[in-house]
């Protein structure tokens, strides 16, 4: 079993940046993909993020590439998302969750967070 509590979110300007941070209990944190996912209002939730187990790799939805970092600190049991030149378009509930697989979506999705809000403003 893995809880996940994700903070950091909160309201920022157009251009701005926001750290959210997602704390994992339990022991087995190490043995999973960390994905960051966030959903808008009226909108189906969509990926943003993954790292893998290790923080070797990582991969990002096109729409953040070049401006948000994921990033994984396994000793503290925690993962980051590091959000940069953000746009109000940016603006929506993010959600971290423990994931099975590297290279899928929500399909290999083990545990999810109760999500933190990121309201940009323009």
């Known amino acids: 079993q893995v809880q996940l509590v994700e903070s950091g979110g909160g309201l920022v300007q157009a251009g701005g940046s926001v750290r959210l941070s997602c704390a994992a209990s339990?022991?087995?944190?190490?043995?999973?993909?960390m994905d960051w996912f966030r959903q808008s209002p009226g909108k189906e939730r969509e990926f943003v993020a993954a790292i893998s187990t290790g923080g070797a790799r990582t991969r990002y939805a096109e729409s953040v590439k070049g401006r948000f970092t994921i990033s994984r600190d396994n000793a503290k049991n925690t993962v980051y998302l590091q959000m940069n030149s953000l746009k109000p378009e940016d603006t929506a509930v993010y959600y971290c969750a423990a994931d099975k697989f590297f290279d899928s979506s929500e399909i290999g999705v083990a545990y999810w967070g109760q999500g933190t809000q990121v309201t940009v403003s323009s």
């Open positions: 339990g022991r087995t944190f190490s043995n999973y993909v």
